[in-house]
C-alpha cells in the first residue's frame, strides 16, 4: 500500500481499549513509558505485553507475520529478542495498526486489550531542517494521531509526545533529510537468562 493511512480508522484502532488498560492509563497521563536514552531497542507489532510475558507465550508459529499486509514483521535473529520471534523492520513500512497480526495470533501474545503502542519517534534537531528555520512540516503532515503524537513547537523544533506517539513510523518515512532526522525507539531486550523456555501450542 502507500504511505497514506485513514486518519480515523489509525485512530479508533489506538484508542478502542479497555479504561483499565496500560494504554489508557498512558494516554490519561496517569501511567508511564519509557522515555529514557536507550542504547538497543527494537519493535514489536501491536498489543504486545511486556518482555517476559510476551516470551512466555509466542510460540513462533508465523500467524501475525502472515498476516500483515504491509509485510513489516520479521523473525527476531538476535538471541536476546528471541529468536524467531516477531519483530517491526521500519525499513520495510510504516505500520498503519490495522491490527491483523493482534488478530491473527491464537497464543495470546498479541492482545487487543494491550497497549497498541509499539514505541516513539525520537527527534534529531542536529539535521532537522526545522532547527534551521526552514519551513519543513513533513513529519508532522504524515501523522495519523495529530498533536497529541507530534507538533513543531516555534523555537524549539519538532516536540514529540510520547503518550500519543505509536511508533507507527510514518513521520520517519516522511521526513526528507539524509540521515533521517527522527528514529524509532522501542523496547530494550531482556537479558537472555530471563527468558521464558518456547512456549508450545496451548490449544489446537
Ligand atoms: S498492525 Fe497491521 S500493519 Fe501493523 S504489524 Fe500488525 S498486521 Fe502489520
Ligand atoms: S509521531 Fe511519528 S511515530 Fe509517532 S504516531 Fe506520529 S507518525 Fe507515528
Avoid: N
Avoid at 527476531?76 to 519483530?87: I, N, S, Y
Avoid at 506517539?165 to 524509532?184: I, K, N, Y
Amino acid at each position: 500500500m502507500g504511505e497514506k493511512v485513514d486518519r480515523a480508522g489509525f485512530l479508533r484502532r489506538l484508542f478502542f481499549v479497555d479504561s483499565g488498560t496500560q494504554a489508557a492509563r498512558a494516554l490519561r497521563g496517569e501511567g508511564s513509558y519509557p522515555t529514557g536514552r536507550i542504547p538497543f531497542t527494537f519493535l514489536r507489532p501491536p498489543g504486545a505485553p511486556l518482555e517476559p510475558q510476551f516470551l512466555s507465550r509466542c510460540t513462533r508459529c508465523d500467524l501475525c507475520r502472515e498476516a500483515c499486509p504491509e509485510k513489516i514483521l520479521v523473525p527476531a535473529q538476535e538471541p536476546l529478542m528471541g529468536r524467531g520471534t516477531p519483530v517491526i523492520d521500519p525499513d520495510l513500512g510504516p505500520c498503519t495498526l490495522c491490527l491483523k497480526c493482534v488478530e491473527a495470533c491464537p497464543d495470546g501474545a498479541l492482545l487487543l486489550d494491550e497497549d497498541r503502542r509499539m514505541g516513539k519517534a525520537v527527534w534529531h534537531a542536529e539535521t532537522c531542517l526545522s532547527s534551521r528555520i526552514v519551513a519543513c512540516v513533513k513529519c508532522v503532515e504524515a501523522c495519523p494521531v495529530g498533536p497529541s503524537a507530534i507538533q513543531i513547537l516555534p523555537g524549539k523544533g519538532v516536540e514529540i509526545y510520547p503518550d500519543g506517539c505509536t511508533g507507527c513510523g510514518f513521520c520517519v518515512r516522511a521526513c526528507p533529510t539524509e540521515p533521517r532526522s527522527l528514529h524509532l525507539q522501542g523496547r530494550p531486550p531482556m537479558p537472555l537468562r530471563g527468558h521464558p523456555p518456547v512456549p508450545t501450542r496451548r490449544h489446537g
